[in-house]
Every structure is written in structure tokens, then in C-alpha cells.
């Protein structure tokens, strides 16, 4: 694996010399968006499907202790066993004991954004166990030895070249690059793996408190074999994933696929309610369900940022994201990429000092908030984060005494005003064209591609008399 740059500036300065990774990530990003405004028009009335589901993710994380009480119960009821885990580690370490319990020795995958976040792949290899991911995409991004670009889509970044490239390491011969080609090798190696896993992992979209139902969206049916073939089956939520009921499940099932991809439904949903029981003729003997607070009872607490765990994990935010759109994901340097990346990664990790530059990877246009199925107001998010990074003292003390001298400034007319005549007067020998020719000290990124407008010659209150005097009206100063 490639080192990162350390900041996100660096990470999206690399990112933005990518020409196919931006190509790619437009391509894609533009197919799902064209798609979700189809998918939304046959619903009907989509700001209502959003209210409701707005209105499900409020209620559910107002009463969380009671639905995963109640969830919790349900699935014990069913013969599963549930495994409660504060940080990623108690999740990895009781993940790596059933691995041992079983003797495993190999586990196979189904797409999870949680294993991402708590790096399961890697201590499971660590502990001498072979894992495969059976996502398509997640399979590409595991060769490559990365994390995914996308959270719907993780190989989003990849060519078809690159992609035979990495198979031809696995089948020991060269590939070609066609689509049928590729797909028929990814088929043919995942099924011999699914048939040899010793345990399935899966994350989970959603869990039903009602029934302690575990509910997978997949395209690729591999969510089927991954829960179905392998003895055990292992399940890792984050702990605000749950639904109270089928009703509030059916909400959701309409407002993820369309927002994520486009599709009215994605081909496969999966409903898992326990282990096997007698009679059945497919399911694992063993049905472990392991929820994962890592940080998210903190943001409970939190108020200004309890609305960050509504997220169900569409990638619609991203797709619209006109940041995420040129610099794709990996430029956000951990697992959750695009705008509701840069809310939750500061507060999932709850570090500052290595993530709080992430909320300035925005234009604020508030696109996010309009693409997202449940409301999420990310743009004020960011907006919060900033303030909540300027008050720790994390700004550079330039910028700190730049943006103190502006208040000081434009919180007085006497100041504002000799403000103005004084640039007016410095950036004469700089002005061409009413712009700057020059670049700014300080404004080097802005200036670097843009022009900076220079002040105009007179300002507002100089022309009001002038304009009402013209126009017969009674003048006099514009108001302060
Ligand atoms: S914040 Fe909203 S749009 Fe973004 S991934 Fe979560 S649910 Fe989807």
C-alpha cells in the first residue's frame, strides 16, 4: 500500500493530477445521479419519502436503547448470538475468537463499511486466517491492496487495464481486459471461495428490531452465498443501524437504492433471522450478531452532530459533492469518503488534530443535504466542525490574526470605511481589468486560478448620493 500524503490539502492536490481518476469518478457519480432522478420521480412525492425517513432515523436514534434492547432480544430468541463491542478492537477481538472457536481458516466476505472501519481484514490475516472479499469491487480493491474510493461503488477508480492487470496475478497467466473477460474470471475464483469459506462476514444496512432481522442490499448476490454456504455467519453493524419494524424497513428500502445507484430496488435483498432451524435447508449452523459502538454513543451525546447517525450509507451525498467529484475518495484518507466523510471522521475517531482539516473539503453549497434520503444538514455540520476547530486553536495563527484583524474591520463603519480607501489606493499599481493582475500574499490558492476582483474605485455609499442627486431623489449617506 502507497503511503499518504498527510493532509487532505496534499491528499487532493495528488488527487487532482489523476486525470482517470477523475474522468472515472465523474462517469460514474453523473450515471448514479442521472438515475436517483428517475428512480425518485416513480415514487411519487420524494420530499415526503424523505420527511418519513427523516422522521424513522430521528425516532429509532431517539429511542436507540430501547430498539436494540429489543432487537437484541429478538435475535437471541432466534438462536443468534449477540456481541456488544465499545471499540473497534473488542469488535476485532471478538470477531478474531469465534475465527478461533471454529478453527477457521478462511473467512469470506460480503461488502461491510463497519470491517472497513475497523480494519477486520487485516487482524484476521494477522492471526494466520485467509479473507476474501466477494464484492466485485471490493475484491479489485483487496488485490490492490486499498481501501474503497466510494461507499456504494469501492472501485470506482479503477480501469479495466489496471483490473486485468491484478487478476493476472491471481490466475498466474495475462488476462484480457474485456468486461466478459474479467467478470468470468471474478465469478469462477469467488465460487471456488464461496464453497471453501469457513465463515461468512457480512455487514448489515439494516437490522429489524421487531423480528432481530439482519437486512443486506446487494447486486452481486454474494450477500446470499456469504450468509448461506459457510457454517457460521458473522454479522457486524454499527450500533444505529436499526430499524424498528418491516413497515419503517419498507421506508428505507425505497430511499436507498434510489439515492445510492439509481435502481428502484437493488437485485438481491437479504432477510436473515437467525441461525438454520430444523427443517430449513440452507443458513449457518451459528448466527453471531456483533454490534459496534466505536464512538457512535459519543455523538449521541452530541447534539449539534447526533443527526451525522441518521446516514444509511447511500453515496448520494458524494455524488454530488462538486469536492468528492474532482478528488474522488481515497483523497479523504480513511474509510468514509465525500461530505458525510468529512462530518463523521473527526467524530468517529474523535481526533482533531489528524482529521479536523476534512470539514474544509466543501463549498458549503448545501448539495449534499439536498441529495440526501434523510435529511442530513451536512453543510451546517461542516460549518460546526470549522468553528469547533477555530475554537481548539488549530488554525494557523496567520489566519487567526487575518480573520480578527476582519472582524475588528467590518464590525465598524468608521474602520470599514478607511478599510476601503486605503486598498483602493495600495492596489492601484495591481489592478487590470478591475482585477488583480498579481498574486496575493496569503491568497496564492484562491489567486493561483481565479481572478480576484480589485475594489471598486468608488464604493456603494459614494454612489448613493451621487445616483439619487441624478435621479432628482432626496440623497444623502446610505444608512450604517
Ligand atoms: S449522509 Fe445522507 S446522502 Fe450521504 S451517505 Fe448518508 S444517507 Fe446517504
Redesign the pocket.
Known amino acids: 500500500m502507497t503511503v499518504q500524503p498527510k493532509t487532505m490539502k496534499e491528499r487532493a492536490a495528488l488527487a487532482l493530477k489523476d486525470d482517470f481518476l477523475r474522468g472515472a469518478v465523474k462517469t460514474t457519480t453523473n450515471k448514479f445521479f442521472g438515475g436517483k432522478a428517475l428512480a425518485q420521480r416513480s415514487l411519487g412525492d420524494w420530499e415526503a419519502w424523505r420527511e418519513r425517513g427523516r422522521a424513522i432515523r430521528a425516532h429509532t436514534l431517539a429511542h436507540l436503547d430501547y430498539y436494540l434492547g429489543q432487537l437484541i432480544d429478538r435475535v437471541k430468541d432466534r438462536g443468534g448470538r449477540v456481541h456488544l463491542c465499545d471499540t473497534a478492537e473488542d469488535a476485532v477481538r471478538v470477531v478474531a475468537g469465534i475465527v478461533r472457536e471454529r478453527r477457521a481458516r478462511s473467512v469470506i466476505k460480503s461488502k461491510s463499511m463497519m470491517s472497513e472501519e475497523i480494519h477486520l481484514n487485516q487482524a484476521l490475516e494477522e492471526i494466520g486466517v485467509r479473507v476474501v472479499e466477494t464484492d466485485l469491487g471490493e475484491y479489485i480493491i483487496q488485490l490492490a491492496h486499498e481501501t474503497p474510493s466510494h461507499?456504494i461503488a469501492p472501485a470506482i477508480h479503477k480501469n479495466r487495464r489496471q483490473i486485468a492487470e491484478l487478476f493476472a496475478g491471481v490466475a498466474g497467466r495475462p488476462l484480457a481486459d474485456d468486461t466478459g473477460t474479467l467478470t468470468a474470471f471474478a465469478r469462477q475464483k469467488l465460487r471456488e471461495e464461496f464453497l471453501n469459506g469457513d465463515i461468512g462476514v457480512t455487514g448489515c444496512n439494516f437490522a429489524v428490531a421487531e423480528t432481530g432481522s439482519v437486512v443486506l442490499f446487494t447486486n452481486e448476490g454474494n450477500g446470499r452465498m456469504v450468509t448461506t454456504l459457510p457454517p457460521v455467519h458473522i454479522a457486524v453493524m454499527g450500533m444505529e443501524r436499526v430499524v424498528p419494524t418491516f413497515e419503517d424497513l419498507e421506508v428505507m428500502m425505497h430511499l436507498l437504492p434510489r439515492?445510492g445507484t439509481g435502481q428502484k430496488l437493488t437485485s438481491y435483498v437479504t432477510v436473515i433471522t437467525g441461525p438454520r432451524r430444523e427443517g430449513e435447508v440452507d443458513g449457518p449452523e451459528e448466527f453471531h450478531l456483533v454490534i459496534v459502538d466505536n464512538g457512535r454513543s459519543r455523538i449521541l451525546r452530541d447534539s449539534k452532530f447526533r443527526e451525522a447517525l441518521h446516514?444509511?450509507?447511500?453515496?448520494?451525498?458524494?455524488n454530488v459533492c462538486p469536492v468528492y467529484r474532482q478528488i474522488g475518495g481515497h483523497a479523504y484518507g480513511w474509510v468514509y469518503p465525500?461530505?458525510?466523510g468529512a462530518v463523521i471522521t473527526p467524530l468517529l475517531t474523535d481526533d482533531l488534530d489528524k482529521w479536523g482539516d476534512l470539514p474544509y473539503a466543501s463549498s458549503l453549497c448545501a448539495a449534499?443535504y439536498e441529495?440526501?434520503?434523510?435529511k442530513?444538514p451536512?453543510h451546517d455540520m461542516l460549518v460546526r466542525h470549522r468553528a469547533r476547530y477555530v475554537a481548539a486553536g488549530k488554525t494557523p495563527s496567520g489566519e487567526r490574526l487575518a480573520f480578527r484583524l476582519f472582524r475588528r474591520t467590518f464590525t465598524n463603519p468608521g474602520r470599514f470605511r478607511l478599510a476601503l480607501k486605503t486598498a483602493v489606493a495600495l492596489q492601484r499599481p495591481l489592478v487590470k481589468d478591475r482585477h488583480l493582475s498579481a498574486r496575493l500574499p496569503g491568497l496564492a490558492g484562491w489567486t493561483e486560478s481565479r481572478d480576484f476582483p480589485a475594489v471598486a474605485p468608488k464604493s456603494f455609499r459614494d454612489l448613493w448620493p451621487e445616483l439619487a442627486a441624478e435621479t432628482g431623489q432626496k440623497g444623502g449617506a446610505a444608512d450604517e
Not at 371 to 374: D, G, I, R, S
Request: net charge positive.
Open positions: 461507499i439515492s446516514c444509511i450509507r447511500c453515496g448520494a451525498c458524494l465525500g461530505p458525510i449534499c441529495a440526501c434520503p434523510v442530513i451536512l
